[in-house]
């Protein structure tokens, strides 16, 4: 399984963000996606997670109302739409696929088993 993130970029305080992740090779609706990020000097956080199967979505307390994520099968991409940005939502921002996915959401970044290669989201004060 192969991710691609895009959609990052400079953004100024109160602006929106869309983030999106591709989906390549051996993938399953079994999966959930999850959506990661990390400053540097810091762990990498779980910022929210989307259900392939059913669309169901889980968010960090930290961005919860703030930020959507969806997916689109046709495309077998998953976006997370950022609202209300923040300077400390500056990070870069991970997608990952867990094949557990059925079992329920997981938090944890070592319960994902495949990464895209992250995109830098950089929101000016």
């Known amino acids: 399984v192969q991710l691609q993130a895009s959609g990052g970029g400079l953004v100024q305080a109160g602006g929106s963000l869309r983030l999106s992740c591709a989906a390549s090779?051996?993938?399953?609706?079994?999966?959930?996606m999850g959506w990661f990020r990390q400053v540097p000097g810091k762990e990498r956080e779980f910022v929210a997670g989307?259900?392939?199967?059913?669309?169901?979505?889980y968010y960090a307390t930290s961005v919860k109302g703030r930020f959507t994520g969806s997916r689109d099968n046709a495309k077998n991409t998953v976006y997370l739409q950022m609202n209300s940005l923040k300077p400390e939502d500056t990070a870069v921002y991970y997608c990952?696929?867990?094949?557990?996915?059925?079992?329920?959401?997981?938090?944890?970044?070592?319960?994902?088993?495949?990464w895209g290669q992250g995109t830098q989201v950089t929101v000016s004060s």
């Open positions: 990952a696929a867990r094949r557990a996915g059925g079992q329920g959401w997981d938090t944890r970044e070592s319960e994902y088993d495949y």
């Open positions: 090779g051996r993938t399953s609706r079994s999966y959930s």
């Open positions: 989307i259900m392939w199967s059913s669309g169901g979505t």
